[in-house]
């Protein structure tokens, strides 16, 4: 249990973090959710990687636990640098550009509805394949596949409505 703790506490944490937005909760839930993996433990069938069946916990409890203000708002944080093979030392701007991007990115998101974000954030920022999407998710992998692209074409669209090619991104 302490190398599973140590292996995936922090991409648990930065997990319920990214749908609660506060960090005392967040803590509070990750803890809950490695207390339900030691409680549940001869539940785990190995069909999936162990982090999959933890985010699942994860989700889950996030859900239970998130505030009506936040369930409202529900506005994903990026984090990371999108863009930022586009920074150059010799170009001074560059780095500005790159925030400007990000900001962009993130308003976009915004507008995506909740299930779209959530495909993002679990592809593009978790790193999940599509089977643990589809397994975090609850629901068929050929769902989760259908549901990337079209949050995938929804994202293309709201960035080129906002003046920026996606390609660059």
């Known amino acids: 249990m302490r190398i599973l703790f140590s292996r995936h506490h922090l991409a648990v944490y930065r997990f319920v973090m990214q749908r609660l937005r506060d960090k005392a909760l967040a803590e509070d839930v990750t803890s809950e959710v490695f207390l339900d993996v030691w409680r549940n433990a001869s539940q785990f069938q190995g069909r999936s990687a162990a982090l999959t069946w933890i985010l699942a916990i ?33 170009d001074p701007e ?52 259908t549901r990337v692209f079209y949050a995938r074409k929804r994202l293309a669209d709201e960035l080129r409505k906002s003046g920026v090619d996606w390609i660059s991104l």
């Open 94 to 145: 560059a780095p500005l550009q790159v925030q400007d991007r990000k900001t962009i990115l993130r308003k976009c998101m915004t507008r995506l509805s909740a299930e779209h974000r959530e495909v993002i954030d679990l592809v593009y920022y978790q790193e999940q394949s599509m089977e643990s999407v589809a397994t975090i998710l609850g629901i068929p992998r050929s769902t989760a596949k």
């Open 58 to 90: 994860a989700r889950h409890k996030a859900f239970a636990a998130r505030p009506k203000s936040v369930i409202h708002q529900s506005v994903i944080h990026l984090g990371g640098d999108i863009g930022a093979a586009a920074e150059c030392a010799d």
